[in-house]
């Protein structure tokens, strides 16, 4: 494996304008040019699109060398977890935008499975200096939580520090989201009328999971209450979440009947939940991590089409298809 600073010799900042900056680009070897022999042709390698708005923003300002680093993918939204607590404890970091379709074998000695998000952490072993790598973006966010606590410099813990069964209760409903929420999200975007389930199906079984997790949220009310899952507490639940909270509108823009969700004063026995659901929507979306981490809508459109077409050949995407766990 080469070190942290062999890699970092392939890599560097290119601002081509001050709108549209292209971050921590890869030279070669990493040249995607250098391994068609490699890359089968059904590859989404049309993909061309950059971040933009204010995850261009943000991604310019820690494009410079870090020992800590995150090799991720603007579009990716488990690359915007890990993005979104970097934003909010404030961690410095650089930040390394790849083509998770062209995988480059530096980028696979790092991380073998090839996902984003890999966080390449700074370590000091009887070698001296080298890095290791984490991956798994619900991983690499417990990591980044319990490894910068001064408070001070990084805020609030994202997991209930002195309660015990709170923390263990948040991962429960992590779980939740990224076992039955996360999975049936894919199977409704990637719905078309040749499938085995209909466009019905799947938004009552999504609704279901999005219904069973709205429940087990605070109330919001009272003195000290608050719109996120614990409440005035912003948590590693609210984090797992929000990146997919934010493309539901990619479902509403694709799909027939969008995601369903009933209007205010419209959801019978449930128009409490809706209600709830709708204060944690509000809030996310306001949330300055949340925000510095998001590129513009049509940016996103324009990706999840070949989602919406079930042609894209992601590995999340193959496999919702095959019927699969996602990877």
Known sequence: MRSSRQLLLTTRCIFTNTSRPSYAAFKKPF??????????????TSNKGQATGQAAKYAERHCGEHPLKLYGAWF????????????????????????????????????????????????????????????????????????????????????????????????????????????????????????????????????GHLRALVKEMDPDEGEGGGPFFLGSQFSLVDVMLAPWAKRLFLIDHYKPGGVGIPAAGEGGDDEWVWSRWRKWQDAIFERDSVKKTWSDDDQYIEVYKRYAEDKTESEVGKATRQGRSLP
């Not at 040019?33 to 590859?43: F, G, I, K, L």
């Open 76 to 207: 990716c939204p488990f690359v915007q977890r890990s993005w979104i607590v970097l934003a909010e404890k404030k961690i410095p970091h650089q930040y390394i935008e790849i083509n998770p379709y062209h995988k480059a074998p530096q980028f696979l000695a790092l991380n073998p499975r090839g996902l984003v998000p890999t966080l390449a952490v700074p370590s000091v072993g009887k070698g001296g200096k080298a890095t290791k790598p984490l991956y798994e973006s619900t991983v690499v966010c417990e990591y980044l939580d319990e490894a910068f606590t001064d408070e001070d410099k990084h805020g609030p813990r994202l997991l209930p520090l002195d309660d015990v069964y709170e923390r263990a209760r948040c991962r429960l409903w992590i779980d939740h989201i990224g076992s039955r929420i996360v999975p049936s999200f894919y199977r409704f975007i990637q719905h078309t009328p040749e499938k085995e389930y209909s466009i019905e199906d799947v938004r009552t079984e999504f609704l």
């Open 31 to 44: 040249s995607h040019r250098n391994q068609t022999r490699t890359m089968p042709a059904s590859v989404d």
